[in-house]
């Protein structure tokens, strides 16, 4: 007697601008699929065109999920995200419907598919104290993290404030560096047949398209989103805060044409950061079909049989 057929998980991947939402947005409509977004920043209520968010219309044709479920103040982490996915994964298969990652946060997807490191108790009085000296004195907890746990630091951005308090907490809480927390194996994700798609476009079309991007949410309004969440009393310390360009916008005094270039350009290259930390994350991950844009969708298609 032959196994029982795995349901199919499919995963869209790729750096940050590479269109990734289209493929997959594309796939879903063309086998019954709904989306979940792998995105740090998209789970937060507000911050919506600087997360690219799908449209409300894009949302009516394809069910999204994991998108606007969490207030900017909250602490939205990567095990929490991962078992919230989880438990959507599942109803959408009892649904007999394709589940479809997407989005450009390696860690996630690792926590969904692999498992975490082991969960640790949090001391809240700690947590609110390493947030203060973090938020007042950023560039002295970078420079502890890269003495403490060079190995952590090489891995996260310097400006990258929530994940360096994180590793911090992690060393103050355990006695032991966040780099070697083992994850938990969990063999979750061996009851699906896993199907990688990444999406990556040449580097300098890739370049090209964050560029045209950044100019279209600032074009979209982007700058009166983050005027309108600070009127309503978010905190610039705020964890969805430290999207890109959230505290660019928040902390520029945008006078003139001059100014807005300026913060534009600042924007546009802390994307393209993000972009090569990400392109180096997903090279250590196994199984991924890489593919350009335009091929994609095609390609996807093929190996989903």
């Not at 070697?180 to 079309?205: E, I, S, Y």
């Amino acid at each position: 007697m032959s196994a029982p057929k795995k349901p199919t998980l499919l995963v869209v991947l790729g750096p940050t601008g590479a269109g990734k939402t289209d493929v997959a947005h594309r796939i879903a409509l063309a086998r019954a699929g709904e989306i979940l977004s792998a995105d740090a920043f998209a789970v937060y209520r507000g911050f919506d065109v600087g997360t690219a968010k799908p449209s409300p219309a894009r949302r009516r044709e394809v069910p999204y999920h994991l998108i606007d479920v969490a207030d900017p103040s909250e602490t939205f982490s990567a095990g929490r995200w991962a078992r919230e996915a989880r438990e959507i994964v599942e109803r959408i298969v009892a649904r007999g419907r394709l589940p479809i990652v997407c989005g450009g946060s390696g860690f996630y997807i690792r926590a969904l598919l692999g498992g975490l490191p082991p969960g640790d108790a949090v001391d809240p009085a700690r947590r609110a104290a390493l947030a203060r000296w973090g938020n007042r004195r950023p560039d002295s907890a970078a420079r502890m993290l890269a003495l403490s746990d060079p190995e952590a630091a090489s891995r996260i951005a310097p400006g990258n404030r929530r994940y360096v308090l994180r590793a911090l907490e992690i060393l103050l809480e355990t006695g032991r560096p966040a780099s070697a927390r083992l994850p938990v194996a969990d063999g979750w994700a061996d009851r699906f047949r896993v199907v990688k798609v990444g999406v990556r476009p040449a580097a300098a079309d890739l370049y090209a398209r964050i560029a045209r991007r950044v100019g279209e949410m600032l074009e979209a309004g982007w700058e009166d989103e983050v005027r309108g969440l600070l009127a309503r009393g978010v905190s610039r310390n705020a964890n969805a805060f430290e999207a890109i360009g959230y505290r660019e916008l928040a902390d520029a005094t945008l006078s003139d044409d001059a100014a807005l270039v300026e913060t534009e350009r600042t924007i546009v290259t802390a994307t393209r950061q993000l972009a090569k930390r990400q392109a180096t994350w997903f090279r250590r991950e196994p199984g991924i079909v890489w593919v350009e844009p335009a091929a994609a969708y095609a390609r996807a298609l093929e190996l989903l049989g």
